[in-house]
């Protein structure tokens, strides 16, 4: 499968799931709760310049951002066009800013240099093709003394999925995940202040099935694999996992925090 090819994926699969979004996403949710909070810390002492956020989703960061940074250009961006379009109609009828700017954009590939003085990537980096690139990147497009703030479903997560596919004897399907160390590599050579941990959310749903579907109604069951599940092979897990758990199926996500600090400038 190319890059291209996956990310549109990425992107319908995101667009689909739009109107079912936010009754879904709790590891975004959460995620992007304590994001606001860390942009809340760093409008404290930020450089002048815009505010950009990488994959908004429907909103849930932005509304945070616009009232964290009332006078400043925010720019709202995913690569869904679906989710831009909600996230427009949200922060219309929500927020009061003078300077909202929407576009469509695979983060990946943002071509800035030391434009933007914060960039919130919220469950977003673990869908790049290339991490490392795309995270100096990122760090590229930021002002001397600009701040990187991101979430992202870390290595560890959804263990008890990969648990079951062993278990039930079939091929691993989950995605593979950045950890802590993959994603602190990508800036061991750059002029940095570099903040990270982890926050464990655990999720319960009534039956595997559920938990699947938790995963397309969020968008967020795009296989990077070549090869998918076939359906013998689903029902194969979904009914030893169910067996395996009669009360009801419980899943953990390992949500990963970055706070990286680009060396030079003065607070705005």
Aim: glycine share 8%; charged share 20%.
């Amino acid at each position: 499968m190319t890059e291209a090819n996956f990310k549109t994926r990425v992107g319908k699969n995101f667009s689909r799931s739009a109107a079912t979004y936010d009754r879904h996403a709790a590891e975004q949710r959460a995620g992007a709760a304590t994001l606001a909070e860390c942009a809340a810390e760093c409008a404290k002492n930020l450089v002048e310049g815009p505010v950009l956020e990488i994959g908004c989703g429907t909103g849930f960061l932005s509304a945070s951002l616009a009232a964290l940074f009332p006078q400043r250009r925010l720019e709202l961006t995913d690569l869904a066009p679906a989710m831009v379009a909600h996230c427009r109609q949200k922060m219309a009828t929500e927020v009061a800013h003078p300077n909202l700017h929407y576009r469509v954009l695979d983060g990946e590939q943002l071509a800035s240099e030391g434009h933007y003085a914060l960039i919130c990537a919220s469950f977003v980096v673990h869908w790049f093709a290339d991490l490392r690139p795309g995270l100096q990147q990122l760090l590229a497009a930021l002002k001397p003394g600009g701040r990187l703030l991101c979430s992202y479903p870390g290595v560890g997560s959804y263990a008890e999925w990969h648990r079951q596919c062993a278990r039930q004897g079939i091929p691993g399907s989950a995605n593979a995940l950045p950890g802590l160390a993959a994603v602190a590599r990508a800036f061991a050579a750059e002029p940095v202040a570099v903040r990270q941990w982890e926050q464990v959310l655990v999720l319960r749903f009534p039956t595997a099935h559920a938990f699947l579907r938790h995963l397309k109604r969020t968008g967020a069951h795009t296989s990077a694999r070549l090869n998918a599940l076939g359906p013998a092979q689903v029902r194969r897990l979904l009914r030893g996992w169910d067996r395996d758990c009669p009360n009801g199926v419980e899943v953990t996500c390992a949500i990963h925090y970055l706070v990286v600090e680009k060396e030079g400038g003065c607070g705005g």
